[in-house]
């Protein structure tokens, strides 16, 4: 069984970075694509980016291109990162990581919180004006 534990999460002002971490542990997810979602209050939970098992093909949505980066390591220390520049206040919101366990080494990515299988517990992200 698969574990996910978010952190890095925090206040920023506007303009700020921060970096998300994502870390795995029990069952591998070497071989699986992964992705970050967020969910602010009073809204559903939304897209944010994915990584394919090798880290060859992300995605993100447009409102976040060119300012975050999704990016992984597939070592002993299985880590997904989501380095986040420019925040602004519409970024605030729970950040999530999640595994979508399918079709090891396929190199797909998945765009809807319904492919994926495990997630973690979040982390909260405030972008101060």
């Known amino acids: 069984q698969v574990q996910l534990v978010e952190s890095g999460g925090g206040l920023v002002q506007a303009g700020d970075s921060l970096r998300l971490s994502c870390a795995a542990s029990g069952r591998s997810v070497i071989g699986y694509a992964m992705g970050w979602f967020r969910q602010a209050p009073t809204k559903e939970r939304e897209f944010v980016a994915a990584i394919s098992w090798n880290g060859g093909r992300t995605s993100y949505t447009p409102s976040v291109e060119g300012r975050f980066t999704i990016s992984r390591i597939n070592a002993a220390k299985e880590t997904v990162y989501l380095t986040m520049n420019s925040l602004t206040p519409e970024d605030t919101a729970v950040y999530y990581c999640?595994?979508?366990?399918?079709?090891?080494?396929?190199?797909?990515?998945?765009?809807?919180?319904?492919?994926?299988?495990?997630w973690g517990q979040g982390t909260q992200v405030t972008v101060a004006s």
């Open positions: 999640a595994a979508a366990l399918r079709g090891p080494y396929n190199g797909a990515l998945y765009y809807v919180a319904s492919d994926y299988d495990v």
